[in-house]
């Protein structure tokens, strides 16, 4: 995968994850002309097309875009199923994720999506490992954010 990228309906960027080496300019321009390619296009049209010499496959779910590019020679139902796997994760996390829950809480989605994909690449395919795996480090992650009394800090309680 090169990148992933979440938009609003309205063209608003929410969340953006590259796993290939860009410019900012680079990036703000491919991102630019991909939500108006993706806006663009009809409902009823196919979710996947060809752009420059990538795959996009590309999903909406309630108000929210979820968009990927991946090579030529990559699969794009497999594409679609790690789209579909994230907004799975993301509901498990969130109960039922919506455009707020990202942008009020955009970290977290990043922190899924890393423990979800390593360079581009899903880690673990099973449904049900890949909840569990999300549910350890949520959890562990929520008691990191507690807060904690100096005297915890430091141990004396």
Same mark, same amino acid.
């Given at each position: ?7 609003? #309906?309205?063209? =608003?960027?929410? $969340?953006?994850?590259?796993?290939? *080496? ?8 491919? &991102? ?8 663009? /296009? =009809? *409902? =009823?049209?196919? &979710?996947? $097309?060809?752009? /420059?010499?990538?795959? @996009?496959?590309?999903? /909406? ?10 090579? %030529?020679? %990559? ?7 790690? @789209? ?17 829950? @990202? ?8 922190? @899924? ?14 449904? #049900?490992? &890949? ?9 562990? $992650?929520?008691?990191?954010?507690? *807060? ?10």
């Amino acid at each position: 995968m090169q990148f992933m990228l979440l938009f609003s #309906r309205q063209g =608003k960027l929410r $969340l953006q994850k590259w796993y290939v *080496p860009l410019s900012d300019k680079e990036r703000k321009k491919i &991102s630019r002309d991909l939500v108006q390619t993706i806006l663009a /296009r =009809k *409902p =009823k049209m196919c &979710s996947f $097309l060809e752009w /420059r010499d990538l795959k @996009i496959v590309y999903k /909406r779910y309630a108000s929210l875009y979820f968009c990927c590019a991946v090579e %030529d020679q %990559d699969n794009e139902l497999i594409t679609l199923e790690i @789209i579909h796997r994230y907004v799975e994760l993301l509901d498990k996390y969130f109960g039922s994720v919506c455009e707020l829950d @990202i942008i009020f809480n955009f970290e977290k989605a990043y922190f @899924i999506l890393d423990e979800f994909l390593l360079g581009g690449e899903a880690q673990e395919r099973h449904q #049900r490992h &890949s909840q569990n795996h999300l549910v350890y480090f949520v959890s562990h $992650l929520q008691e990191a954010e507690a *807060p904690r009394s100096v005297l915890e800090e430091i141990g004396l309680t």
